[in-house]
């Protein structure tokens, strides 16, 4: 009996030994199946530029370029102009606040006056020509037409340009323009009074450098400033300060002024309606003095 339940516990022990040496999974094996998935396109997404959700929509492989890819024009001014140094940077045509658009054709009439020597409500002085025209009051936008070269067709087919340098004040209606005897001579009759006519902005192709010009009584303490002879019509003007570039306010004759002195005898910026920008240096304080300059903007 004894024998017998030595021989029941031996193979007792030889059955728990087996199973204790039996293989079964290890740390090894379970770290390779938890860490198969990160390796795998749910970790890590495969981006597919034409196809698939998870493509960022800012990713692209073809840049857009920018909305100006030109280099800047280079500056017509000499490397030591007299009396001014000027440079251009030609700016992304914008939309301008003003009534008169660019490329944009108006209706009205025409009608005549005396011009005398050209010289009118934009105080540009006299004009080497007549061909000259006073805008109505309403268009004249409180002398943001002054200097504008304006294409006038008339109804018979005839056609003149003339340069804004004159206000027509009420009863002139939005759309008509006082031409000088001589210029309305060119379209018709000066006896048929009154002439139905279109009109559109010009930039003319042949023109020199324009000038600038302070105001009398101008001081390093008060001043105004003139744009003369621009080809394109001037959308604003500023000058440099020691807290940057100041825009100036702009009067019903034709000035920019700095009440306060700020950038008097400073560089000067002005812009055309077309956003290009010239910049200009070594204008000296002088008043009643149109100083050229080497600059000019381009035609349109």
Same mark, same amino acid.
């Given at each position: 009996?004894?024998? $017998?339940?030595?021989?029941?516990?031996?193979?007792?022990?030889?059955?728990?030994?087996?199973?204790?040496? *039996?293989?079964?999974?290890?740390?090894?094996?379970?770290?390779?199946? $938890?860490?198969?998935?990160?390796?795998?396109?749910?970790?890590? =997404?495969? /981006?597919?530029?034409?196809?698939?959700?998870?493509? =960022?929509?800012?990713?692209?492989?073809?840049?857009?370029?920018?909305?100006?890819?030109?280099? =800047?024009?280079?500056? $017509?001014?000499?490397?030591?102009?007299?009396?001014?140094?000027?440079?251009?940077?030609?700016? *992304?045509?914008?939309? *301008?606040?003003?009534?008169?658009?660019?490329?944009?054709?108006?209706?009205?009439?025409?009608?005549? !006056?005396?011009?005398?020597?050209?010289?009118?409500?934009?105080?540009?002085?006299?004009?080497?020509?007549?061909?000259?025209?006073?805008?109505?009051?309403?268009?004249?936008?409180?002398?943001?037409?002054?200097?504008?070269?304006?294409?006038?067709?008339?109804?018979?087919?005839?056609? #003149?340009?003339?340069?804004?340098?004159?206000?027509?004040?009420? =009863?002139?209606?939005?759309?008509?323009?006082?031409?000088?005897?001589?210029?309305?001579?060119?379209?018709?009759?000066?006896?048929?009074? *009154?002439?139905?006519?279109?009109?559109?902005?010009?930039?003319?192709?042949?023109?020199?450098?324009?000038? #600038?010009?302070?105001?009398?009584?101008?001081?390093?303490?008060?001043?105004? #400033?003139?744009? /003369?002879?621009?080809?394109?019509?001037?959308?604003?003007?500023?000058? @440099?300060?020691?807290?940057?570039? @100041?825009?100036?306010?702009?009067?019903? !004759?034709?000035?920019?002024?700095?009440?306060?002195?700020?950038?008097?005898?400073?560089? /000067?910026?002005?812009?055309? /309606?077309?956003?290009?920008?010239?910049?200009?240096?070594? #204008?000296?304080?002088?008043?009643?003095?149109?100083?050229?300059?080497?600059?000019?903007?381009?035609? @349109?």
């Amino acid at each position: 009996m004894w024998s $017998t339940m030595a021989m029941l516990t031996a193979a007792c022990a030889l059955t728990c030994l087996a199973v204790a040496l *039996r293989p079964g999974p290890t740390a090894d094996a379970g770290a390779a199946t $938890t860490v198969a998935p990160a390796a795998g396109t749910e970790a890590v =997404p495969t /981006i597919t530029p034409t196809t698939g959700s998870e493509t =960022p929509t800012s990713v692209s492989h073809t840049p857009t370029p920018p909305a100006s890819v030109s280099a =800047p024009t280079p500056t $017509t001014a000499a490397a030591k102009p007299s009396p001014t140094v000027g440079s251009r940077t030609p700016g *992304r045509a914008a939309p *301008r606040t003003g009534r008169i658009q660019p490329h944009h054709t108006y209706q009205g009439v025409a009608t005549a !006056y005396k011009a005398a020597d050209g010289n009118g409500a934009c105080l540009f002085g006299p004009s080497d020509d007549l061909m000259v025209a006073a805008m109505n009051t309403t268009d004249y936008e409180s002398s943001r037409a002054c200097g504008a070269y304006v294409l006038v067709r008339a109804s018979n087919g005839a056609s #003149i340009t003339v340069r804004i340098t004159n206000e027509c004040p009420l =009863p002139c209606a939005p759309g008509q323009l006082d031409l000088s005897e001589q210029a309305f001579a060119r379209l018709a009759d000066l006896k048929v009074g *009154r002439l139905r006519i279109t009109w559109s902005l010009l930039s003319p192709g042949t023109l020199g450098p324009l000038s #600038i010009r302070y105001k009398t009584g101008s001081t390093p303490y008060w001043c105004g #400033i003139q744009v /003369i002879d621009h080809r394109n019509p001037v959308e604003r003007l500023e000058v @440099r300060t020691a807290q940057g570039w @100041r825009q100036l306010p702009r009067t019903e !004759y034709n000035y920019f002024l700095s009440a306060d002195g700020s950038g008097c005898g400073s560089s /000067i910026r002005v812009t055309d /309606i077309y956003g290009e920008r010239l910049t200009v240096d070594g #204008i000296a304080l002088k008043p009643d003095v149109a100083q050229p300059t080497r600059v000019q903007f381009a035609p @349109r």
